[in-house]
């Protein structure tokens, strides 16, 4: 089956330790995003990625660092530079340039304490 | 800015009931409208799209509404049963800019058996 798959599905941290995320998708889709999810608001969106090798930041970018190096895997490192990094991240793609929905993975919940 | 919301954080739905979730948006240019449901630990997953040439657009059991005139998007789910339950999204955005989706903060919908 298609899909995005993201890795681990619960995650603990301490404060001050970098942690990565991981987002595999074998949809063939060319662009991919990540998702930042707190209870009561919207997704709001960290990083996305038109392409290999290139990714623009989006509303929330800071304390972020992403890399896409294989159109299938688009990793998310959350650093100690995040003020509030505890939430729950959600990975997605979609084709391009089809604006057509996003395909989520089911997330990975990120604890720092 | 921009801003896509919901008026109605929870709704409870007797089970065989249709239910109807609401969303306001506040961006004119925005012609790409999406239904988003999301269950407990895990991503959210699409259910329905429309654009803005469009009035309304049906599904399985699932029918959205566009009103363009008051900016305002609706979710009908028909004979609403135990497995609906969860979170749902609308989200906007412009065609020609997959990557300025804007998400509510979703509807919570419980079905009462």
């Known amino acids: 089956d298609g899909g995005i798959t993201q890795s681990p599905k619960y995650l603990f941290r301490k404060e001050g330790q970098n942690v990565t995320l991981s987002c595999e998708q074998n949809?063939?889709?060319?662009?991919m995003y990540w998702y930042r999810q707190d209870p009561g608001q919207g997704l709001r969106l960290i990083y996305y990625?038109?392409?290999?090798?290139?990714?623009q930041k989006g509303d929330i970018a800071e304390g972020y660092s992403v890399s896409r190096e294989k159109k299938e895997s688009f990793p998310l490192t959350v650093t100690s530079a995040q003020k509030n990094p505890t939430a729950f991240y959600l990975c997605?793609?979609?084709?391009?340039?089809?604006?057509?929905?996003?395909?989520f993975g089911n997330g990975t919940r990120l604890t720092v304490t | 800015g921009e801003s896509v919301g919901l008026h109605l954080p929870t709704l409870s739905v007797q089970e065989g009931d249709n239910s109807i979730i609401n969303c306001a948006y506040s961006?004119?240019?925005?012609?790409?409208f999406i239904w988003y449901k999301q269950e407990s630990g895990k991503g959210p997953q699409f259910i329905i799209d429309?654009?803005?040439?469009?009035d309304k657009r049906q599904g399985q059991r699932v029918t959205v509404l566009l009103n363009k005139t008051v900016k305002h998007l609706s979710l009908q789910i028909a004979a609403t049963q135990p497995g609906d339950s969860a979170v749902y999204f609308c989200a906007e955005n412009m065609w020609t800019s997959y990557d300025k989706v804007i998400f509510g903060p979703g509807t919570s919908l419980s079905v009462i058996p």
């Open positions: 990625s038109q392409i290999v090798n290139d990714f």
């Open positions: 429309i654009r803005s040439n469009m």
């Open positions: 997605a793609s979609s084709p391009v340039p089809d604006n057509s929905p996003l395909h």
């Open positions: 961006n004119s240019a925005s012609d790409y």
């Open positions: 949809l063939n889709h060319d662009a």
